[in-house]
């Protein structure tokens, strides 16, 4: 089986900084893409950054310049470096990552649990 842990959210104030780390376990031949989504009450959750194995980051337009996302592919971790909060931040952020558990498997893509981060005065 395959998981994925979140850590390091929590409540901070505008203009303050959070780390999210989100580590993969289990049965795993390979990983693609890692990213980070978030989803905010009463929205669709949407993509905050994304690093593919490989390949340039991405990153949503509203957070471009105060987030930075990286990735440790020895530890199988993606971080989520969190700069400039600010209160429109605030949301529930879920890991997902692109896994090949086994060499003939297929590759899929799991979801961490989620991590509350809160941004107010």
């Known amino acids: 089986q395959v998981q994925l842990v979140e850590s390091g959210g929590g409540s901070v104030q505008p203009g303050g900084s959070l780390r999210l780390s989100c580590a993969a376990s289990?049965?795993?031949?390979?990983?693609?893409?890692m990213g980070w989504y978030r989803q905010a009450p009463g929205k669709q959750r949407e993509l905050v950054a994304a690093a593919p194995s490989g390949g340039l980051t991405n990153y949503a337009d509203s957070v471009k310049g105060r987030f930075t996302i990286s990735r440790d592919n020895a530890k199988n971790t993606v971080y989520l470096q969190m700069n400039s909060l600010k209160p429109e931040d605030t949301a529930v952020y879920y890991c997902n990552a692109e896994i090949q558990p086994r060499r003939w498997d297929g590759i899929y893509a799991y979801w961490g649990q989620g991590t509350q981060v809160t941004v107010s005065s």
């Open positions: 289990g049965s795993i031949f390979s990983i693609g893409s």
